[in-house]
């Protein structure tokens, strides 16, 4: 495993006014994650978990504290900065897939590629490897609706994958898929950590998968703590 640090975040905070109110969702995070790690974050409804994610997507920012990923703070970054950091650093999967539907598998996985700047030729020799290291060679011309869902899953994977992101966020992931399916998936990012020595952050409710990641905290009272 590199030991090199991928998210760094100290002194997270981030609220919300709802209305004269202020609902403080997060106060005090802090986080560290190495490369080629895999961590499930568990909490219960409403406790931040996905708040989480999105600042360390740069998808949303705090209301104070630091966020580095490789090294780079990436709250200082304006939206065309992070943009373009999320498009080579980051990459996400979701409870649904959010594939296009209209897309073949392998139009769904080129797409970031084609969306940083690469020709198409490489853009299909690379989306084509990916999927074969995600075990669907045999499904890169079918459609959305033509797979299960656990392969739309892999599919939605090999896309996160693509750009060789040093981080995947991953948000309730096998939510929607049945158990054999839900533990294959965590097989799959346990594989895909190692080989591509991409660190993962794991948001999910089940503590039995969580337990099949390298390490599982906790959000309780806006704060992470180990089990």
Do not use: W
């Not at 980051?90 to 969306?115: R, T």
């Not at 939605?156 to 533990?183: C, Q, S, W, Y």
């Not at 998936?185 to 190692?194: A, D, H, M």
Request: proline share 2%; net charge neutral.
């Amino acid at each position: 495993m590199n030991n090199h640090l991928v998210v760094k975040c100290e002194h997270l905070a981030k609220s919300y006014q709802d209305g004269d109110v202020k609902v403080d969702i997060l106060d005090d995070l802090n986080l560290t994650l190495e490369a080629g790690t895999t961590l499930a974050i568990v909490g219960s409804s409403g406790s931040g978990k996905s708040t989480l994610l999105h600042l360390l997507g740069t998808l949303d920012k705090p209301n104070s504290g630091k966020i580095e990923i490789k090294g780079v703070d990436t709250t200082t970054l304006n939206r065309k900065q992070q943009a373009d950091f999320r498009n080579k650093h980051i990459g996400f999967i979701y409870q649904f897939h959010h594939l296009l539907m209209e897309f073949s598998a392998l139009e769904n996985v080129m797409l970031p590629l084609l969306i940083g700047g690469m020709a198409k030729s490489d853009a299909k020799i690379q989306a084509s490897e990916m999927l074969e290291n995600v075990g669907l060679s045999h499904r890169i011309t079918h459609k959305p609706d033509q797979l299960s869902g656990g392969e739309r899953q892999r599919v939605a994977i090999a896309r996160a994958l693509i750009t060789k992101p040093a981080l995947v966020l991953a948000d309730e992931p096998t939510g929607n898929l049945d158990k054999d399916n839900g533990e294959n998936i965590y097989e799959l990012i346990n594989q895909l950590k190692t080989t591509h020595n991409t660190a993962f952050i794991v948001v999910t409710h089940d503590l039995e998968l969580a337990a099949k990641l390298d390490k599982t905290m906790f959000i309780k009272q806006g704060k992470l703590v180990s089990q």
